[in-house]
């Protein structure tokens, strides 16, 4: 084709090679800096829900070496700390720091802590929601079901139909 580099796939079409390359090549024509921004979150939320959940599960059962984390032991007691502390920081400082900075170059980076931070706070709802702790009881389920639809809504969000159809053809093989 006139003014194509020799070796280059014709304009819109990702690059023939290996897998990654192909689907980096979907996400890079698919997804502007917002969209890419929520699949960090979206990432991240999912990964750190289920290593959480995992963590907090082998806590629970004393696997491994693992415990709570606890302040205090005087005349008053300790106090446990629950993740979803941990995770108001990390959404408050993202937040913070979204605001003040350039949005195009730092919504991606901030994008991961800002997931974390998510998954910490919702894998507590239920905590948060009955203000005592439910982590293991029946309504702790509330906790899991607001995680799997935050992360449904992220999915949608942050590609939409024509980025996972593109995800989809290339991992059917082009």
Request: glycine share 12%; aromatic share 10%; net charge positive.
């Given at each position: 084709?006139?003014?194509?580099?020799?070796?280059?796939?014709?304009?819109?079409?990702?690059?023939?090679?290996?897998?990654?390359?192909?689907?980096?090549?979907?996400?890079?024509?698919?997804?502007?800096?917002?969209?890419?921004?929520?699949?960090?979150?979206?990432?991240?939320?999912?990964?750190?829900?289920?290593?959480?959940?995992?963590?907090?599960?082998?806590?629970?059962?004393?696997?491994?070496?693992?415990?709570?984390?606890?302040?205090?032991?005087?005349?008053?007691?300790?106090f446990?700390?629950?993740?979803?502390?941990?995770?108001?920081?990390?959404?408050?400082?993202?937040?913070?720091?979204?605001?003040?900075?350039?949005?195009?170059?730092?919504?991606?980076?901030?994008?991961?802590?800002?997931?974390?931070?998510?998954?910490?706070?919702?894998?507590?709802?239920?905590?948060?929601?009955?203000?005592?702790?439910?982590?293991?009881a029946?309504?702790?389920?509330?906790?899991?079901?607001?995680?799997?639809?935050?992360?449904a809504?992220?999915?949608?969000?942050?590609?939409?139909?024509?980025?996972?159809?593109?995800?989809?053809?290339?991992?059917?093989?082009?």
């Open positions: 084709m006139r003014g194509q580099e020799p070796g280059q796939p014709p304009a819109g079409q990702p690059p023939a090679g290996p897998l990654i390359d192909r689907l980096r090549a979907v996400r890079d024509t698919h997804l502007n800096y917002r969209r890419r921004a929520a699949l960090r979150i979206f990432v991240s939320f999912i990964v750190t829900f289920g290593l959480i959940r995992l963590l907090t599960y082998s806590i629970h059962r004393n696997l491994g070496p693992f415990h709570d984390i606890t302040i205090g032991g005087g005349a008053n007691g300790t446990h700390i629950h993740h979803y502390l941990w995770g108001i920081l990390l959404v408050c400082v993202c937040g913070l720091l979204a605001l003040s900075l350039d949005a195009a170059r730092w919504h991606p980076v901030l994008a991961v802590p800002f997931g974390i931070g998510l998954a910490l706070i919702l894998d507590e709802f239920a905590l948060l929601l009955q203000l005592k702790d439910v982590y293991w029946a309504q702790g389920r509330v906790s899991v079901d607001i995680g799997l639809l935050t992360a809504c992220l999915g949608v969000y942050c590609a939409g139909p024509t980025f996972w159809h593109a995800v989809v053809r290339e991992l059917r093989g082009g």
